[in-house]
C-alpha cells in the first residue's frame, strides 16, 4: 500500500471509531432519515441553518459501516460554516470523487481530508455506503 493509501485509510478509520459530530442536535431547522436497506447502514442527519442560509451545526446518530460513519463524519466537518449552496456544490464533488475513476476531485487539495474515499469507486458495492448521508444532506436542503 502507498503512503496516501495508509494515510486515507488510517483517516476513515478514525473516523468511523470516533466520529464527530455524534448525537442529536436538539435545536435544529432540518432533520432526515437516511436507511440502506441492503447493508443496514441507518442514519439520522439534523441540521441548523440559519436565515441566511449557513449551517451553522450538524450532528448525526445511527449506525452503519466503516466508511458510511467515516464519510457522514467528515461531512459534517466539512459543511458546517457553509452555506447552502457551498454544501450543494460539495455534495457534487464528492459524488465525482466516489464514483468517477482519476475525478479531478482526486487531485483538488480543497476536498481535504474527503480525498480518503478517492478509491471507493473500485468497489461499486460501498460506493452507497460513502454517499448514503450525503444523498439525505442533498434531499433535506431541497425539501425543507
Not at 445511527?62 to 456544490?89: F, P, V, W, Y
Request: glycine share 6%; proline share 3%; charged share 20%.
Amino acid at each position: 500500500m502507498t503512503q496516501a493509501a495508509d494515510l486515507y485509510q488510517d483517516i476513515i478509520l478514525h473516523h468511523s471509531r470516533a466520529p464527530r459530530h455524534f448525537g442529536q442536535l436538539e435545536q435544529h431547522s432540518h432533520h432526515i432519515k437516511a436507511d440502506n436497506p441492503l447493508c443496514g447502514d441507518s442514519y439520522e442527519l439534523f441540521l441548523q441553518i440559519d436565515d441566511q442560509g449557513i449551517i451553522r451545526n450538524a450532528t448525526f446518530q445511527g449506525a452503519g459501516c466503516a466508511i458510511s460513519k467515516a464519510s457522514t463524519s467528515l461531512m459534517l466537518d466539512a459543511i458546517i460554516g457553509k452555506s447552502i449552496q457551498e454544501a450543494e456544490e460539495l455534495f457534487i464533488h464528492f459524488q465525482r470523487l466516489v464514483k468517477e475513476p482519476g475525478s479531478p476531485e482526486s487531485q483538488d487539495e480543497s476536498m481535504g481530508k474527503l480525498a480518503a474515499f478517492s478509491g471507493v469507486w473500485k468497489f461499486p458495492s460501498r460506493v452507497k455506503c460513502a454517499i448514503l448521508s450525503w444523498h439525505a444532506m442533498h434531499d433535506v436542503l431541497h425539501h425543507n
